[in-house]
């Protein structure tokens, strides 16, 4: 079986099933429609995966991301409590559908990308595995699975969780991302944009 992980916020516990259209930013490339009551949870099969997908959309701006971002998120092992009838889109690129596997892993049309989603929700699967957009890591795998909306039961704070900071080092080697500290109070920041 393999180990899951989950980066969120720590007001949302680990197991939290998001809908689009989102309450706050453009949600995430699988997620099943409001109003339905089921909604997708994303989880990665490494933590640095997991934070990478969590801070993927704001790296389209910049190369670089504050701390707070980090100690604001908790890392945690989501051990599954059972087998998920999946799809998939890991089995290397091949054609699914008449849509290449790697497109809809990398597309930002995320209106096709959520139709297929539902699509396989109402044929009885329980997510899909599919290569994280921000994380070309060969090993790098993400499961979106699909649930009851919003929060399960269980403590906001499961064992084992783990402030994202503890992870920057890690974090900031395998994806060439600065990680900048905190400016103090009369201390400012250039950047050199050439």
């Known amino acids: 079986m393999v180990n899951l992980y989950r980066a969120h916020g720590v007001s949302k516990g680990a197991w939290w099933y998001a809908t689009y259209p989102p309450d706050e930013g453009f949600g995430g490339r699988f997620d099943l429609p409001k109003g339905g009551g089921y909604g997708t949870c994303y989880v990665a099969n490494n933590e640095l995966t997991a ?22 998120c908790l890392v945690t092992p989501v051990p599954p409590n059972q087998k998920f009838r999946t799809a ?3 089995s290397g690129g091949e054609a699914v559908f008449s849509v290449k596997a790697t497109e809809m892993s990398s597309s930002a049309k995320y209106e096709v990308t959520r139709t297929w989603a539902l699509a396989w929700h109402g044929h009885g699967r329980q997510g899909v595995w599919y290569r994280p957009g921000w994380d070309s890591r060969e090993a790098a795998m993400s499961l979106a699975i699909f649930g009851m909306t919003g929060k399960s039961t269980g403590p906001i704070t499961p064992p084992g969780s783990q402030r994202g900071e503890k992870h920057i080092q890690g974090y900031s080697s395998a994806f060439g991302v600065a990680v900048l500290e905190p400016l103090g109070k009369g201390q400012a920041r250039i950047e050199d944009l050439e």
């Open 51 to 72: 934070l990478r997908e969590r801070h993927g959309p704001r790296l389209m701006k910049a190369q670089f991301l504050p701390r707070e971002i980090f100690s604001d």
């Open 88 to 90: 998939s889109l890991v």
